[in-house]
């Protein structure tokens, strides 16, 4: 059963684009959002997250919206760079006591410079 | 301040045989999760260590077991290793247990033949 279903699968971006990745959750007790960056042969890195107390959290070129009532939460990467070629995954997690984050299957991105 | 480190980096067994792999966590952090990685999917959980008890566990067979140390480091065992075990596992460690911020290891990518 998945529980976070994570599209697309690959993406590819011109330089300068912006990449839209979207979550969808089934769980309505989720309350922590994050979003994780992976390189090849790497771990994967926290890159943003947010609560659902808000509908849009920005870090620099990265931001999330989030949908409450839709179960929905996307990651917009504006200004797309070569350097953010990687496989971003999104989580949800938390509620009913339980922090054990559930993972969407990934999207692989390539900006193309 | 020193992450999360994962050794081996990569090793390989067959089919039967049991392995050890060990993580180092973030410094000052006492919770430690890990995870399964196949080719192409986001990670699974496997189990979480908190104070050195197990604090939740996901959908593995007993075969896999783990342990936590005074120091907060840790060891995942696989018993009676089976192909489908072939995967990267990664090892996170967390400030505190009931967060969602995970710091993740590079991962030992574990080949069965």
């Known amino acids: 059963q998945q529980q976070v279903k994570q599209s697309p699968q690959s993406l590819i971006v011109q330089k300068g684009g912006i990449s839209i990745i979207n979550c969808a959750y089934e769980n309505t007790a989720f309350d922590y959002f994050p979003w994780y960056q992976q390189f090849p042969g790497k771990g994967p890195a926290l890159l943003i997250a947010i609560r659902p107390d808000v509908s849009e959290k920005k870090e620099g070129r990265f931001t999330i919206s989030f949908n409450k009532s839709a179960k929905q939460f996307s990651l917009h990467i504006m200004d797309s760079q070569p350097g953010d070629s990687a496989t971003y995954f999104c989580a949800a997690l938390g509620g009913g006591g339980s922090y054990i984050p559930t993972f969407g299957r990934g999207t692989s991105l390539i900006v193309h410079p | 301040e020193t992450g999360v480190t994962q050794s081996p980096t990569h090793l390989i067994k067959t089919r039967g045989q049991q392995v050890t792999l060990r993580c180092s966590s973030q410094?000052?952090?006492?919770?430690v999760s890990w995870y399964q990685q196949a080719l192409g999917q986001g990670p699974q959980f496997i189990f979480q260590y908190y104070r050195e008890e197990e604090n939740g566990r996901g959908n593995f067979p007993p075969r896999f077991s783990g342990l936590q140390f005074p120091n907060y480091s840790s060891e995942l065992n696989v018993n009676a290793l089976e192909l489908d075990d072939s995967a990267l596992y990664l090892c996170?460690?967390?400030?505190?247990?009931?967060?969602?911020?995970?710091?993740f290891g590079e991962g030992s990518r574990l080949t069965v033949l």
């Open positions: 996170a460690s967390s400030p505190q247990v009931n967060t969602g911020e995970l710091f």
């Open positions: 410094s000052g952090h006492n919770t």
